[in-house]
C-alpha cells in the first residue's frame, strides 16, 4: 500500500511537477484530475461546524474565519470557477441544500475540509448531500493529510495543502470593521521549523510556506481600505520562523499605524531585534512553554528554557504586552509534582506581569504525531478508523477519556478540576492567585 506521503503527493490538486519546478494546475489540470465535466464551473466549499450548524456566533461573537476554505477559493477563483463559501458555524443547512439544489447543474464539486474532532462526521453529512444531488465530495485538510487512505473512503476525491502565496479575497465572507463575526487573521507562513513530537506539524510532512512582506502587507492594506480595519491578527504557527521577514512586516505595519492583537512565536526566536520590532505594534504575544518540567519538555523536544520564559515575561511586562502562555498537564509520562510546578511557574509569571494569561489544557492524542505512536507502542494502537477520531478535541469527557489510555476514568476527571481550577486562577488579568482567588469568591465561582 502507498504511504499517506505518497498518496498526498499523487492527487495533490494545485501543485504539479513541472521539469523540476512546481507550478499551479491549470484548470484543465484540475477539471482531469478530478474527471469534471468541464462545462461547470461552480465550486461550493464547506467549512464545517463542530456545533450545531448556525449556533457558533450566539456562542462565540467573533469567528476565526475559514481560512482554509477562503485559500482553496482563492486558487480556484484564479482558475476561472465561481467559488461559494459556506460555514456551517454561521449558514443553516437547508440554506446550503436550497444553494445545491438551485445550482446543481452549474457546480463542479463540493470541497470540505476536515479537521480532526466532530468536524469529520460533519464531513460525512456533506459526501450525502452532494450524492443526493449526483454531485462529487472533495475533501481537504489538516485531518485529510494526515489519514489519506481513510479519507478517500468517505468521499469521491482528496486534495493535499496548496501553495500558499497570495492574499485572500476577503469579499467571500461577511467582514466588518468591528470584526463581527469575523476576526481579520491573516496568515503570512504556514509550518515551522522546530519538531515538537505532539505537535499536529509532525503528523504529516508539513511544508514552510511563507508569503512576502509585499503580499501580506498588500492584504492588510486591502482589508483597511475595504473595510476599514486597523488591527489584525497573525495566525501563522510560528511567526518568526524567518525573523528579517517578520521584522519587515512589523515595522511596516508600525509606519501605517497598523496593529498585531495577537501573534504566536516560538520562544527561542524572541531575540533583541525580534523585540525590538514587536515593541509598539504588537499587544499580545503568545510563546507557549506546554510543561512547567524541564525533563518534559525535553521529551517532547520543545525547544524552550523556563528561565528564558520568565526573563522574556518581564521584559514583556515592561513594554506593556501581554502574554498568552499554553500549558499541557496530563502528559503521558508526567511526574506527579507537574501540577504543582505549574501553580508555581504561574504564580511568578503572573506576579511579574499581571497581563500574563496561562491557559492550560488536557494532553489529547492527536492522530499521527510521534508522540501518539509513543503511546500507541505503550499502550496499544488506537483503531485506524475514520469513526475514532470523531470525538477528538481537547475537552475531558465520556467521548475523550479514550484518547489518555494511560490515565483511569477518574483520574481523567480528577484532572478536570484541576484544569477548570487553573484556568480559572490564570486566565485572566488578576496579579496573584489570591487576589484571583478572593475576586472569584466574591463572585461565586470558586469555593
Ligand atoms: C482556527 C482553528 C480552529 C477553529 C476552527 C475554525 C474554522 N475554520 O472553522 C476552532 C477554534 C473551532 C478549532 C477547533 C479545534 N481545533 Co483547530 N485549528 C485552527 C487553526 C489554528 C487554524 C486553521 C487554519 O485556518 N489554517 C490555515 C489554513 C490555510 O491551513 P489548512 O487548514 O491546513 O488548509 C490547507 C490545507 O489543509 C488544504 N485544505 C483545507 N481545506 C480544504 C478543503 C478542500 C476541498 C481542499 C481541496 C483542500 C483543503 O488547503 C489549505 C491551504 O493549503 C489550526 C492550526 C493551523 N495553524 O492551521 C488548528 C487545528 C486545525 N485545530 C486542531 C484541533 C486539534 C482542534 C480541536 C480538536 C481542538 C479542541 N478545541 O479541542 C478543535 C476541534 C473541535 C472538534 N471537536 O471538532 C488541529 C487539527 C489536527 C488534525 N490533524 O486534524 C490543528 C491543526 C492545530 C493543533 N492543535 O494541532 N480550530
Ligand atoms: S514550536 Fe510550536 S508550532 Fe513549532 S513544532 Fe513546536 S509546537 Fe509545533
Given at each position: 500500500?502507498?504511504?499517506?506521503?505518497?498518496?498526498?503527493?499523487?492527487?495533490?490538486?494545485?501543485?504539479?511537477?513541472?521539469?523540476?519546478?512546481?507550478?499551479?494546475?491549470?484548470?484543465?489540470?484540475?477539471?482531469?484530475?478530478?474527471?469534471?465535466?468541464?462545462?461547470?464551473?461552480?465550486?461550493?466549499?464547506?467549512?464545517?461546524?463542530?456545533?450545531?450548524?448556525?449556533?457558533?456566533?450566539?456562542?462565540?461573537?467573533?469567528?476565526?474565519?475559514?481560512?482554509?476554505?477562503?485559500?482553496?477559493?482563492?486558487?480556484?477563483?484564479?482558475?476561472?470557477?465561481?467559488?461559494?463559501?459556506?460555514?456551517?458555524?454561521?449558514?443553516?443547512?437547508?440554506?446550503?441544500?436550497?444553494?445545491?439544489?438551485?445550482?446543481?447543474?452549474?457546480?463542479?464539486?463540493?470541497?470540505?475540509?476536515?479537521?480532526?474532532?466532530?468536524?469529520?462526521?460533519?464531513?460525512?453529512?456533506?459526501?450525502?448531500?452532494?450524492?443526493?444531488?449526483?454531485?462529487?465530495?472533495?475533501?481537504?485538510?489538516?485531518?485529510?493529510?494526515?489519514?489519506?487512505?481513510?479519507?478517500?473512503?468517505?468521499?469521491?476525491?482528496?486534495?493535499?495543502?496548496?501553495?500558499?502565496?497570495?492574499?485572500?479575497?476577503?469579499?467571500?465572507?461577511?467582514?466588518?470593521?468591528?470584526?463581527?463575526?469575523?476576526?481579520?487573521?491573516?496568515?503570512?507562513?504556514?509550518?515551522?521549523?522546530?519538531?515538537?513530537?505532539?505537535?499536529?506539524?509532525?503528523?504529516?510532512?508539513?511544508?514552510?510556506?511563507?508569503?512576502?512582506?509585499?503580499?501580506?502587507?498588500?492584504?492588510?492594506?486591502?482589508?483597511?481600505?475595504?473595510?476599514?480595519?486597523?488591527?489584525?491578527?497573525?495566525?501563522?504557527?510560528?511567526?518568526?520562523?524567518?525573523k528579517k521577514r517578520s521584522i519587515e512586516i512589523l515595522n511596516s505595519m508600525k509606519d501605517r499605524g497598523y496593529t498585531v492583537i495577537k501573534c504566536i512565536g516560538a520562544q527561542?526566536?524572541?531575540?533583541?531585534?525580534?523585540?525590538?520590532?514587536?515593541?509598539?505594534?504588537?499587544?499580545?504575544?503568545?510563546?507557549?512553554?506546554?510543561?512547567?518540567?524541564?525533563?518534559?519538555?525535553?521529551?517532547?523536544?520543545?525547544?524552550?528554557?523556563?528561565?528564558?520564559?520568565?526573563?522574556?515575561?518581564?521584559?514583556?511586562?515592561?513594554?506593556?504586552?501581554?502574554?498568552?502562555?499554553?500549558?499541557?498537564?496530563?502528559?503521558?509520562?508526567?511526574?506527579?509534582?507537574?501540577?504543582?510546578?505549574?501553580?508555581?511557574?504561574?504564580?511568578?509569571?503572573?506576579?511579574?506581569?499581571?497581563?500574563?494569561?496561562?491557559?492550560?489544557?488536557?494532553?489529547?492524542?492527536?492522530?499521527?504525531?510521534?508522540?501518539?505512536?509513543?503511546?500507541?507502542?505503550?499502550?496499544?494502537?488506537?483503531?485506524?478508523?475514520?469513526?475514532?477520531?470523531?470525538?477528538?478535541?481537547?475537552?475531558?469527557?465520556?467521548?475523550?477519556?479514550?484518547?489518555?489510555?494511560?490515565?483511569?476514568?477518574?483520574?481523567?476527571?480528577?484532572?478536570?478540576?484541576?484544569?477548570?481550577?487553573?484556568?480559572?486562577?490564570?486566565?485572566?488579568?488578576y496579579v496573584s492567585r489570591d487576589q484571583t482567588k478572593e475576586f472569584l469568591k466574591e463572585n461565586l465561582y470558586l469555593t
Amino acid at each position: 500500500m502507498a504511504s499517506s506521503a505518497e498518496i498526498v503527493e499523487k492527487i495533490n490538486l494545485d501543485i504539479v511537477k513541472h521539469k523540476g519546478e512546481k507550478k499551479m494546475a491549470s484548470r484543465a489540470e484540475i477539471v482531469e484530475k478530478f474527471n469534471l465535466d468541464p462545462r461547470k464551473n461552480v465550486v461550493v466549499l464547506v467549512n464545517p461546524s463542530e456545533n450545531e450548524a448556525g449556533e457558533d456566533t450566539k456562542i462565540w461573537p467573533q469567528l476565526h474565519p475559514p481560512v482554509s476554505a477562503m485559500t482553496v477559493a482563492s486558487h480556484l477563483i484564479a482558475r476561472g470557477y465561481q467559488s461559494v463559501i459556506f460555514d456551517m458555524r454561521v449558514k443553516k443547512y437547508q440554506e446550503l441544500e436550497l444553494f445545491i439544489e438551485n445550482n446543481s447543474s452549474d457546480i463542479a464539486f463540493i470541497g470540505t475540509t476536515v479537521f480532526v474532532g466532530a468536524f469529520i462526521s460533519e464531513a460525512r453529512k456533506i459526501t450525502s448531500l452532494a450524492r443526493k444531488f449526483g454531485l462529487q465530495s472533495v475533501f481537504g485538510g489538516p485531518f485529510v493529510d494526515v489519514f489519506p487512505e481513510l479519507a478517500i473512503n468517505e468521499c469521491d476525491s482528496i486534495s493535499g495543502p496548496m501553495p500558499f502565496e497570495e492574499g485572500l479575497d476577503w469579499s467571500m465572507i461577511p467582514m466588518s470593521k468591528y470584526q463581527k463575526p469575523y476576526l481579520a487573521v491573516i496568515f503570512t507562513s504556514v509550518g515551522c521549523p522546530y519538531r515538537c513530537t505532539f505537535c499536529y506539524l509532525q503528523s504529516y510532512n508539513k511544508k514552510i510556506q511563507a508569503r512576502t512582506t509585499e503580499s501580506v502587507l498588500q492584504e492588510m492594506d486591502q482589508l483597511n481600505s475595504d473595510y476599514g480595519i486597523t488591527e489584525f491578527q497573525i495566525g501563522d504557527d510560528n511567526f518568526f520562523t524567518f525573523k528579517k521577514r517578520s521584522i519587515e512586516i512589523l515595522n511596516s505595519m508600525k509606519d501605517r499605524g497598523y496593529t498585531v492583537i495577537k501573534c504566536i512565536g516560538a520562544q527561542q526566536d524572541f531575540n533583541e531585534s525580534v523585540i525590538e520590532a514587536i515593541d509598539g505594534v504588537v499587544k499580545t504575544v503568545n510563546f507557549s512553554l506546554e510543561a512547567a518540567d524541564e525533563a518534559i519538555i525535553k521529551k517532547i523536544r520543545k525547544p524552550v528554557k523556563l528561565g528564558k520564559a520568565m526573563e522574556l515575561n518581564k521584559r514583556f511586562a515592561q513594554m506593556d504586552i501581554s502574554i498568552t502562555n499554553n500549558i499541557i498537564l496530563g502528559w503521558p509520562f508526567e511526574s506527579p509534582d507537574h501540577k504543582d510546578k505549574i501553580y508555581e511557574l504561574f504564580d511568578s509569571m503572573k506576579k511579574e506581569n499581571p497581563r500574563f494569561r496561562g491557559l492550560i489544557y488536557a494532553y489529547t492524542s492527536l492522530p499521527g504525531t510521534p508522540l501518539t505512536e509513543e503511546v500507541e507502542n505503550k499502550f496499544g494502537v488506537f483503531p485506524n478508523t475514520w469513526d475514532f477520531w470523531i470525538d477528538c478535541n481537547f475537552q475531558i469527557s465520556e467521548q475523550t477519556v479514550k484518547y489518555r489510555p494511560w490515565l483511569t476514568h477518574e483520574e481523567q476527571f480528577e484532572l478536570a478540576k484541576v484544569l477548570d481550577d487553573m484556568n480559572r486562577i490564570y486566565d485572566n488579568n488578576y496579579v496573584s492567585r489570591d487576589q484571583t482567588k478572593e475576586f472569584l469568591k466574591e463572585n461565586l465561582y470558586l469555593t
